[in-house]
Structures are given as C-alpha cells and as structure tokens.
C-alpha cells in the first residue's frame, strides 16, 4: 500500500468513527459493499439447506422474505433491505459450522413477530423455534422501568440455547453496523446494554450446548472487539 492509499484509508476510518460517535453521514462509506448482498446469502442459506436438511429454514427463508417485505434497515443505510439482518444471522452461524435446523430457522424469523403482523403460532416451524422466537420478541411493559423489563427479557431467554445464541448474533450484527445510524447516545446506551446483559449469555450458551463453544468464541471476539475499539473514543 503506497502513502496515497494510506491516506485515503486513514480518512475513511476517520469519517467512519466520526459518523459513528456524532452521527455524521457517512457519504463515502458504503456499508453494502462490506456485506453479502441479499441474493449471495440466499444462495449460500439454500445450499446449506439442501446440504444439511434444513427443512424447516427452507421454509423460514421464504416465509422471512415475504413478510419482511420492503421493510428496510434503519439508519444511514436506508436502500438496505431488512431480510438482510436475518440472512446475515443464519449465514453467520452457518459459516460458523452449525447447521442446527431450530436455530437456523430461529435465526431466519427472530422478527417476524416483533416488526410484522404475524403471531407466533404463525410461523411455519415446530414448537422449539416458535418458543426462542418468542423469548428473544422484545414485549416492553411500560407499567415498569425499562430496566426492570429489560431484566425479566433477558433473564428469560437463559435456560434456552437456542434463543441465547439468536440474541448474541443479533447484537453481533447491529454492533456491526452501528456505523450506519447510531448517534453517540445511542452507541454508549449500546455498550452498557450489552455488557450488562449480553455478555453472560455466552457463558451461558456454552453452559447448555458445549458443542457451540468455537463459535462463541468467535461471535464474542468479534463483538467485544468493535466495543472496545469504539470504547476508546467516547
């Protein structure tokens, strides 16, 4: 890389993290060329299903797609279509070599139920995935402090690892892509959320499913470090 090239690098970084922290646009920052475009990780999802009889994500796939719609991402990235976000999540714990036909198709329709009209029984899926959708569908109770519920929602998804590891990929995610529309209060309400209750999911899953213990590693690894990166500048 020449000194023009590391130049040009530097300033990107420098618009991002501003964009970041203060909320800037970032005109010159392209979050959909550093992600799968919807119909490579169709492509990738429909090969693990064939690959690994993923029946029912099969299904979860088309039945995200249509109800999603042209419901889009928030922030910055407004041209990204939200069935995005749950193929990245389905595509993450693929990639990562799980091929656990609940949670793929947890991880496909963690949203149905929260951002469409759709009720859990619902989704075209057995009793397993239809109860972690239902642990990880924020239901906010506004007789009560936002922590107090916050608590009891996450407090609930503990003793199921299924709907642990669909929440940790979901923050994994967002946290990814908080360059696209988070304001600075956001990003530090962000952080404290996640260490507080995100963090001992972890512990949590591996506690219930060893076998998922390499992909947890690498889900917080990447989590923690774009906190803590980001940690240095607020």
């Known amino acids: 890389m020449n000194q ?4 040009r690098w ?12 203060y909320g800037y646009k970032s005109a010159d920052f392209d979050e959909t060329n550093t992600i799968f475009t919807e119909e490579e990780m169709k492509t990738l999802l429909l090969k693990a299903c064939e690959e690994h009889d993923l029946k029912q994500s099969k299904v979860a796939m088309e039945f995200a797609r249509i109800l999603h719609g042209e419901q889009y991402r928030k922030g910055d990235v407004e041209k990204l279509k939200y069935i995005s976000h749950p193929y990245t999540l389905a595509c993450h714990a693929i990639c990562m070599g ?23 029984e619902d989704l075209p899926v057995n009793d397993n ?23 009891k929602y996450y407090d609930a998804m503990k003793d199921n690892p299924i709907a642990c590891m669909v929440k940790v990929l979901d923050r994994c995610n967002n946290v990814s892509m908080m360059s696209t529309g988070f304001n600075y209060k956001k990003i530090i309400e962000y952080i404290g959320e996640t260490e507080e ?31 803590e990166s980001v940690k240095r500048f607020v």
């Open 98 to 120: 799980i091929h656990d036909d609940d949670l793929i198709a947890a991880c496909l329709l963690h949203d149905v139920v929260e951002d469409t009209l759709a009720d859990i």
């Open 4 to 7: 023009q090239e590391k130049n």
């Open 197 to 227: 209750f995100i963090e001992p999911l972890f512990d949590e899953i591996i506690r219930m499913k060893p076998e998922w213990k390499s992909a947890v590693w690498l889900v917080e690894y990447q989590m923690l470090s774009i906190l």
């Open 10 to 21: 530097k300033l990107k970084v420098k618009h991002v993290i501003r964009g970041m922290l």
């Open 129 to 151: 995935v239809k109860k972690a959708v239902d642990l990880v569908t924020k239901k906010p109770d506004n007789s009560v402090p936002k922590e107090e519920w916050e608590r």
